[in-house]
Nanobody
Framework: QVQLVESGGGLVQAGGSLRLSCAVS???????????LNWYRQVPTKERELVAGFTSRDDVYYPASVQGRFIISRDVNKKTVDLQMNDLKPEDTAVYYC???????????WGQGTQVTVSS
């Protein structure tokens, strides 16, 4: 079965950087290319928010809140999806989730989440 495992979260001071990584198993590189690959974040009492994503057509999306600070990357051979986060702010504090949404099936997959805490 498909599994997503995030790593790289932690505590960092404002202005610092963290790199999150998501390892995908149970999918081939070709299937990964046929999927939207996303990073979301969530804080208590709020809905999960998309912070970076690749569409299956290789378009990249960032909301204004992270534009210019976050960079999503992928390696379909290693089957990883990374999120480089720079110039972190206290409002970036959240649990970050990796998400894979294949275009060839009506199913979406989530990792277990990794906590990112930014101190002021």
């Amino acid at each position: 079965q498909v599994q997503l495992v995030e790593s790289g979260g932690g505590l960092v001071q404002a202005g610092g950087s963290l790199r999150l990584s998501c390892a995908v198993s149970g999918m081939s590189g070709i299937q990964l290319r046929m999927s939207a690959l996303n990073w979301y974040r969530q804080v208590p009492t709020k809905e999960r928010e998309l912070v970076a994503g690749f569409t299956s057509r290789d378009d990249v999306y960032y909301p204004a809140s992270v534009q210019g600070r976050f960079i999503i990357s992928r390696d379909v051979n290693k089957k990883t999806v990374d999120l480089q986060m720079n110039d972190l702010k206290p409002e970036d504090t959240a649990v970050y989730y990796c998400n894979v949404a294949p275009t060839y099936e009506d199913q979406t997959y989530w990792g277990q989440g990794t906590q990112v805490t930014v101190s002021s």
